[in-house]
């Protein structure tokens, strides 16, 4: 079974500052996908990047950027230059395929809850 | 914008008092999901529809019933709400053989029980 681990449940930074938060994951798939996404105290899940297994350069954008180590199987998140609105709960996922529909269910980490401090 | 609307944002019920979600979406997808996300934890996924048909996870309450009469819309029913489905209840969408692109959700409807 696919499981996804973030070992931070929070993190601080300062703001402007860079910031790393850790995402390992187990599967047996040799074809599989990593999406982080972030959620306000609001509550609405919104999607920051992706990363393939199959990609041969690590994922960027903007302001996020994505260490994968497939070696290590660790695909963590780093945010440049901290804002005080990425305040938030950050959740690692993977992709599980659902029967041959092609098609995902998402499996979730537990979540890491980032603070910007100013 | 094409999005995954959810109605209500908040929701209150009582004890035992059944309720129903709505989702609606303009992105034309295929596939609807609703995921329950208690305080604290992580979104888990309770059933998902591909166009018409419908699937469950296997520890899915029984409580639990979704409707999903046409393409754009989607209901989660909690038939007798217990304290425990106090929850963030998330509704999401995506397209078929694109695995690469991410799902995409509502702004959640936070539910609570008296």
């Known amino acids: 079974a696919q499981k996804i681990t973030q070992t931070q449940p929070g993190m601080f930074v300062q703001e402007k500052e860079a910031v790393t938060l850790d995402c390992t994951y187990d599967?047996?798939?040799?074809?599989?996908?990593l999406f982080w996404y972030k959620q306000p105290s609001s509550g609405e899940m919104i999607f920051l990047i992706y990363?393939?297994?199959?990609?041969?350069q690590n994922a960027t954008e903007g302001r996020y950027s994505l260490n994968f180590q497939k070696a290590r199987k660790s695909a963590n998140l780093v945010i440049s230059a901290s804002q005080l609105g990425d305040s938030a709960m950050y959740f690692c996922?993977?992709?599980?395929?659902?029967?041959?529909?092609?098609?995902?269910?998402?499996?979730f980490g537990a979540g890491t809850r980032l603070a910007v401090h100013p | 914008d094409a999005m995954v609307i959810q109605n209500p944002r908040y929701q209150v019920t009582q004890f035992g008092k059944p309720v129903t979600l709505s989702c609606s979406q303009t992105?034309?997808?295929?596939?609807m999901y609703w995921y329950q996300q208690k305080s604290s934890q992580a979104p888990k996924l309770l059933f998902h529809?591909?166009?018409?048909?419908?699937?469950n996870e296997a520890d899915t309450p029984d409580n639990f019933q979704s409707r999903r009469p046409n393409t754009s819309f989607c209901f989660l029913d909690i038939r007798s709400p217990g304290l425990g489905d106090a929850a963030m209840y998330l509704c999401?969408?995506?397209?078929?053989?694109?695995?690469?692109?991410?799902?995409?959700f509502g702004d959640g409807t936070r539910l609570s029980i008296l």
């Open positions: 992105l034309n997808h295929n596939v």
């Open positions: 529809y591909y166009d018409k048909d419908f699937n």
């Open positions: 999401a969408t995506s397209t078929p053989f694109n695995p690469n692109q991410p799902q995409h």
């Open positions: 599967t047996s798939d040799p074809s599989y996908g």
């Open positions: 996922a993977m992709r599980e395929a659902l029967f041959s529909g092609g098609y995902n269910k998402l499996i």
């Open positions: 990363q393939g297994s199959y990609d041969q």
